[in-house]
């Protein structure tokens, strides 16, 4: 018996468990991860070039706060809490957003906001890219952490849509013209 490599031994015990496992693939509903939200545009207005988009959600907070906003986004990008400007990007960038440590994440840009108790309607208006079309955001806590007493959601809203954080709306003709309020 003539001895076998370290790798030949990896080699045969890795051959073995992928010939002998079954793998199934399954559709499964996007998850909160770390209380960030994804809003896809590319995914909900896909083809949908040369547009404009909006997403609706209701911040609930427990009570009158003041708190940081994270936020990440691909296209043009305004955002209004309450109806007041928050947030203005101007330009489509790429992706930025970085765990530095478990759970506590730096986005690109990050702003402090004023919730009031109870429902607080977030409007985000976004101008279509060629791909990699989304926003990222989160509310902060004071360590960096999501802020557990806010929630995204819809539900008890005029759309009522149990189990979903955002309502979709558009696509809407582009126009290269100057950003309105």
């Given at each position: 018996?003539?001895?076998?490599?370290?790798?030949?031994?990896?080699?045969?015990?890795?051959?073995?468990?992928?010939?002998?496992?079954?793998?199934?693939?399954?559709?499964?509903?996007q998850?909160?991860?770390?209380?960030?939200?994804?809003?896809?545009?590319?995914?909900?207005?896909?083809?949908?070039?040369?547009?404009?988009?909006?997403a609706?959600s209701y911040?609930?907070?427990?009570?009158?706060?003041?708190?940081?906003?994270?936020?990440?986004?691909?296209?043009?990008?305004?955002?209004?809490?309450?109806?007041?400007?928050?947030?203005?990007?101007?330009?489509?960038?790429?992706?930025?957003?970085?765990?530095?440590?478990y759970?506590?994440?730096?986005?690109?840009?990050?702003?402090?906001?004023?919730?009031?108790?109870?429902?607080?309607?977030?409007?985000?208006?976004?101008?279509?890219?060629?791909?990699?079309?989304?926003?990222?955001?989160?509310?902060?806590?004071?360590?960096?952490?999501?802020?557990?007493?806010?929630?995204?959601?819809?539900?008890?809203?005029?759309?009522?849509?149990?189990?979903?954080?955002?309502?979709?709306?558009?696509p809407?003709?582009?126009?290269?013209?100057?950003?309105?309020?």
């Open positions: 018996n003539a001895q076998r490599s370290p790798m030949s031994i990896a080699r045969s015990v890795a051959d073995k468990i992928i010939n002998d496992s079954a793998f199934e693939f399954e559709i499964v509903p998850v909160r991860y770390a209380g960030i939200q994804l809003i896809n545009f590319e995914q909900v207005f896909s083809g949908k070039k040369k547009s404009v988009v909006y609706l911040l609930k907070s427990d009570a009158d706060t003041t708190a940081s906003f994270g936020f990440t986004s691909t296209g043009k990008t305004k955002v209004w809490v309450n109806d007041s400007l928050i947030f203005s990007q101007y330009e489509a960038r790429s992706a930025e957003i970085r765990e530095i440590a759970d506590r994440f730096l986005f690109r840009d990050t702003i402090r906001i004023h919730l009031s108790k109870g429902r607080n309607k977030i409007l985000v208006k976004s101008v279509s890219k060629s791909k990699d079309w989304f926003t990222l955001m989160a509310v902060l806590n004071e360590q960096g952490l999501s802020e557990p007493a806010v929630g995204f959601s819809v539900q008890d809203s005029m759309f009522n849509l149990p189990g979903e954080s955002w309502v979709y709306m558009g809407f003709p582009f126009s290269d013209a100057p950003p309105r309020n």
